[in-house]
């Protein structure tokens, strides 16, 4: 076929058409991947064939309105198979032969190394391997319930990334919530990046692993074309969720690569480029204009009802994570609003939300990076998630939220029973790290509140804010400290305790700010005014105030119930930095390991207690 040919393939393409399709695809690869130095192309010429059987006959997608409702998703989670991805991209017409010869992979263009949202036809960013799979779940479990859209979900995915657990949790998840509009491709080439994978071509284990999850397993040779028109066909029935295992070679059709060692991420030289290409039989300029979306009548959307949030009385005891969930079941009066939790939704409260609007809860179990995967799908799909479990749990999916941020997702996070105050459970369940995990975050917000009203104030809050949000809250009951109808802008603070005559500033957030409040007494009694300043909004923080207390009083104690690294001290310290102000300063963190033992014991071992603060303020005055 001459370069000047130009074929358009449909839904009824035969099989010899959707072979050349195949090569295609293969030869773009190579010629993309050549062209910028860099690349996948041998991971991209292993799943050529499965890629063309889908896209001419199996996905149903509109490539000129990836918005439709109706339109299937493809996720590659094997991300690195980029040259694959935008190759057909090409073939699809929407990137042109230019534009993926001269771009790809350099600086400034959207054809980036691994496929993110910035391309429309992108749903989620891909490349830490293990992800796509769950995010695959989360689309798959909002069209079915909450969409109730006929959209299926196909993903791409690499042998070697099975070895990562996720990949289980989200397979756990499709089995056990029968997703039979979700199908993994598994690209079973046998060879990872340094060597043999795992299990090679052991394609019956795989298999039985898959079905052992609940999911619907077919085992295939992945280079044969009617073996995988058939498969194709069995996983979209509607009837399970599939895993087809189709074994593959890497580098399939280029004699010097196939199966060997050593060209994992790496681009072919010019001169093996042009035999590669002349072996799998030129450039091509075919077209593939594959099945479109059903036809479906756009259902109108609900409207939100009014968002009433609890209100509590000044003085009540009242935990930040009942707030919390009280809030939350508030704001399922509008229709966008979904929860997720991992298993421990009666002490995080996100289980009030169940209660108020079970039919917008999801229970991931034990899974925490299966629920940001979930919660990531469904924001995809234009919802509202808030994802909620202990803070010390949610570092277990920190590269989940990491990747959220690189997909430009739009998401809430909880995390409860946070630092030293939870008592008697131990280090193992004390969120220590969070506020530096998501501080860390691009574009993040990260809030802190200290009562129940600030904490149902920001709740509210996060619905509304791009980005990733999180809140991070308390298990113990403290007094309510605001009145109901007190606002809490992001990036503001409260100033709670002040005189023209402040000497000291004291500065914290949820428990130690009420550590704070008391360190001021004692304090007072000294005759030492102290100024107490709630941090409520970590990132970004309020350093007009900031700057004023340090210009006013010379003096700064930050205290927080988390580790000194990356937490609300570092968070200050920067502030400060880009005003010039440097006034004394002491931070009190927790520095020690903890144990078991009551919240004023644990506080006062961690040298966060109001006892330690105002031996601290003193110091820093003397000084």
Same mark, same amino acid.
């Given at each position: 076929?001459?370069?000047?040919?130009?074929?358009?393939?449909?839904?009824?393409?035969?099989?010899?058409?959707?072979?050349?399709?195949?090569?295609?695809?293969?030869?773009?690869?190579?010629?993309?991947?050549?062209?910028?130095?860099? /690349?996948?192309?041998?991971?991209?010429?292993?799943?050529?064939?499965?890629?063309?059987?889908?896209?001419?006959?199996?996905?149903? &997608?509109?490539?000129?309105?990836?918005?439709?409702?109706?339109?299937?998703?493809?996720?590659?989670?094997?991300?690195?198979?980029?040259?694959?991805?935008?190759?057909?991209?090409?073939?699809?017409?929407?990137?042109?032969?230019?534009?993926?010869?001269?771009?790809?992979?350099?600086?400034?263009?959207?054809?980036?190394?691994?496929?993110?949202?910035? $391309?429309?036809?992108?749903?989620?960013?891909?490349?830490?391997?293990?992800?796509?799979?769950?995010?695959?779940?989360?689309?798959?479990?909002?069209?079915?319930?909450?969409?109730?859209?006929?959209?299926?979900?196909?993903?791409?995915?690499?042998?070697? #990334?099975?070895?990562?657990?996720?990949?289980?949790?989200?397979?756990?998840?499709?089995?056990?919530?029968?997703?039979?509009?979700?199908?993994?491709?598994?690209?079973?080439?046998?060879?990872?990046?340094?060597?043999?994978?795992?299990?090679?071509?052991?394609?019956?284990?795989?298999?039985?692993?898959? #079905?052992?999850?609940?999911?619907?397993?077919?085992?295939?040779?992945?280079?044969?074309?009617?073996?995988?028109?058939?498969?194709?066909?069995?996983?979209?029935?509607?009837?399970?969720?599939?895993?087809?295992?189709?074994?593959t070679v890497k580098g399939h059709g280029v004699t010097e690569v196939a199966d060997k060692?050593?060209?994992?991420?790496?681009?072919?030289?010019?001169?093996?480029?042009?035999?590669?290409?002349?072996? $799998?039989?030129?450039?091509?300029?075919?077209?593939?204009?594959?099945?479109?979306?059903?036809?479906?009548?756009?259902?109108?959307?609900?409207?939100?009802?009014?968002?009433?949030?609890?209100?509590?009385?000044?003085?009540?005891?009242?935990?930040?994570?009942?707030?919390?969930?009280?809030?939350?079941?508030?704001?399922?009066?509008?229709?966008?609003?979904?929860?997720?939790?991992?298993?421990?939704?009666?002490?995080?409260?996100?289980?009030?939300?169940?209660?108020?609007?079970?039919?917008?809860?999801?229970?991931?179990?034990?899974a925490e990076q299966q629920m940001i995967a979930d919660a990531v799908g469904m924001a995809?799909?234009? &919802?509202?998630?808030?994802?909620?479990?202990?803070?010390?749990?949610?570092?277990?999916?920190?590269?989940?939220?990491?990747?959220?941020?690189?997909?430009?997702?739009?998401?809430?996070?909880?995390?409860?029973?946070?630092?030293?105050?939870?008592?008697?459970?131990?280090?193992?369940?004390?969120?220590?790290?969070?506020?530096?995990?998501?501080?860390?975050?691009?574009?993040?917000?990260?809030?802190?509140?200290?009562?129940?009203?600030? *904490?149902?104030?920001?709740?509210?809050?996060m619905a509304d804010l791009d980005g990733i949000s999180y809140l991070r809250t308390t298990?113990?009951?403290?007094?309510?400290?605001?009145?109901?109808?007190?606002?809490?802008?992001?990036?503001?603070?409260?100033?709670?305790?002040?005189?023209?005559?402040?000497?000291?500033?004291?500065? /914290?957030?949820?428990?130690? $700010?009420?550590?704070?409040?008391?360190?001021?007494?004692?304090?007072?009694?000294?005759?030492?005014?102290?100024?107490?300043?709630?941090?409520?909004?970590?990132?970004?923080?309020?350093?007009?105030?900031?700057?004023?207390?340090?210009?006013?009083?010379?003096?700064?104690?930050?205290?927080?119930?988390?580790?000194?690294?990356?937490?609300? /001290?570092?968070?200050?310290?920067?502030?400060?930095? *880009?005003?010039?102000?440097?006034?004394?300063?002491?931070?009190?963190?927790?520095?020690?390991?903890?144990?078991?033992?009551?919240?004023? #014991?644990?506080?006062?071992?961690?040298?966060?207690?109001?006892?330690?603060?105002?031996?601290?303020?003193?110091?820093?005055?003397?000084?």
């Amino acid at each position: 076929m001459t370069a000047a040919q130009t074929t358009v393939l449909g839904p009824g393409s035969d099989l010899p058409q959707i072979f050349e399709l195949a090569q295609q695809l293969r030869v773009d690869s190579v010629r993309a991947s050549t062209a910028a130095g860099s /690349g996948h192309p041998t991971s991209s010429l292993s799943a050529a064939d499965l890629m063309a059987v889908l896209m001419a006959r199996h996905l149903r &997608y509109d490539w000129d309105a990836p918005d439709n409702p109706a339109g299937d998703h493809l996720i590659f989670s094997k991300g690195h198979a980029s040259p694959l991805l935008y190759a057909m991209f090409k073939a699809a017409g929407a990137v042109s032969d230019d534009e993926l010869m001269t771009t790809y992979r350099r600086f400034g263009h959207r054809l980036q190394g691994h496929p993110t949202p910035v $391309l429309p036809w992108v749903d989620v960013a891909t490349g830490s391997l293990g992800q796509g799979i769950a995010y695959g779940v989360g689309i798959a479990l909002a069209g079915r319930e909450l969409e109730r859209q006929p959209y299926r979900v196909w993903v791409l995915c690499g042998d070697s #990334e099975t070895a990562e657990g996720s990949v289980w949790e989200a397979l756990d998840k499709a089995g056990h919530h029968r997703l039979a509009n979700f199908t993994a491709v598994i690209d079973v080439n046998r060879l990872g990046q340094s060597g043999p994978t795992e299990l090679e071509w052991d394609t019956a284990t795989y298999a039985r692993r898959f #079905e052992a999850f609940g999911c619907r397993a077919i085992v295939i040779d992945g280079h044969d074309l009617q073996a995988i028109d058939r498969a194709l066909t069995t996983a979209a029935d509607g009837q399970a969720p599939t895993v087809i295992v189709a074994r593959t070679v890497k580098g399939h059709g280029v004699t010097e690569v196939a199966d060997k060692e050593g060209w994992h991420g790496k681009s072919l030289p010019e001169d093996m480029a042009d035999r590669a290409v002349a072996e $799998l039989g030129g450039i091509r300029h075919l077209r593939v204009r594959g099945p479109q979306p059903p036809a479906t009548t756009p259902s109108p959307a609900p409207a939100a009802d009014p968002v009433e949030l609890p209100r509590f009385d000044v003085g009540d005891k009242v935990a930040t994570r009942v707030a919390f969930g009280g809030a939350l079941a508030a704001l399922g009066a509008r229709p966008d609003v979904v929860a997720l939790d991992a298993e421990v939704g009666n002490s995080t409260h996100a289980q009030d939300f169940e209660k108020a609007h079970p039919e917008r809860y999801f229970q991931t179990y034990i899974a925490e990076q299966q629920m940001i995967a979930d919660a990531v799908g469904m924001a995809v799909r234009g &919802y509202r998630p808030y994802a909620t479990t202990f803070a010390a749990f949610l570092t277990r999916a920190h590269d989940f939220i990491r990747m959220a941020s690189v997909s430009q997702i739009s998401m809430a996070l909880c995390g409860t029973h946070s630092g030293v105050e939870i008592g008697a459970d131990g280090p193992s369940q004390m969120g220590l790290e969070d506020l530096a995990m998501m501080r860390a975050i691009r574009g993040s917000t990260v809030l802190y509140p200290s009562d129940a009203t600030s *904490a149902a104030a920001l709740t509210a809050t996060m619905a509304d804010l791009d980005g990733i949000s999180y809140l991070r809250t308390t298990r113990g009951a403290y007094p309510v400290l605001y009145r109901s109808d007190e606002t809490f802008p992001v990036g503001g603070s409260k100033t709670l305790r002040h005189s023209t005559h402040d000497q000291v500033a004291l500065l /914290g957030a949820g428990v130690t $700010l009420h550590e704070c409040l008391a360190a001021a007494e004692h304090l007072a009694a000294d005759g030492i005014q102290a100024r107490v300043i709630d941090l409520y909004s970590i990132k970004p923080i309020d350093t007009d105030v900031l700057a004023r207390a340090a210009q006013d009083t010379g003096a700064l104690v930050v205290v927080e119930d988390h580790h000194p690294e990356g937490g609300i /001290g570092e968070a200050v310290l920067s502030a400060l930095a *880009a005003t010039g102000d440097h006034p004394a300063f002491t931070h009190l963190a927790d520095t020690v390991l903890p144990g078991s033992g009551t919240t004023d #014991e644990l506080l006062d071992a961690a040298g966060i207690s109001h006892t330690h603060i105002a031996q601290a303020a003193r110091a820093l005055l003397q000084r």
